[in-house]
């Protein structure tokens, strides 16, 4: 049984930084694309970053020079590094996981994703 647990969430000041966690149970490591999401109230939950089953990354504009994800399947964790944030990075953040497709792939449409995480509040106000 798959099972996803963030944590790491908080608050921080615009240009601050947080690390986020997530420990990821029950997955064939090697052919699982993980990825982190964010949503913020009226808006649909948006792809940040993702990382293949062999360790390719690839993140959207806004964060990939400021965002970093990584994976240590040794101790089944996601995480993601944020660094220089900004207001508009303010939302709840989730780890998923999909369908282990091969060691290559991702699939990023939320609609496509079988496994989440619960969610942590990422805030950046001063």
């Known amino acids: 049984q798959v099972h996803l647990a963030e944590s790491g969430g908080g608050s921080a000041p615009p240009g601050g930084s947080l690390t986020l966690s997530c420990v990821a149970a029950?997955?064939?490591?090697?052919?699982?694309?993980l990825l982190w999401f964010r949503q913020v109230p009226g808006k649909d939950r948006e792809w940040v970053a993702a990382?293949?089953?062999?360790?390719?990354?690839m993140a959207i504009d806004d964060v990939k020079a400021r965002f970093a994800i990584s994976r240590d399947d040794s101790k089944n964790t996601l995480f993601l590094s944020m660094n220089n944030l900004k207001p508009e990075d303010t939302g709840i953040y989730y780890c998923?996981?999909?369908?282990?497709?091969?060691?290559?792939?991702?699939?990023?449409?939320?609609?496509?994703?079988?496994?989440w995480g619960q969610g942590t509040q990422v805030t950046v106000s001063s």
């Open positions: 029950g997955l064939t490591y090697s052919e699982t694309c």
């Open positions: 998923a996981a999909d369908s282990p497709y091969g060691s290559q792939m991702c699939v990023v449409a939320p609609k496509d994703i079988p496994y």
């Open positions: 990382i293949t089953g062999d360790g390719r990354k």
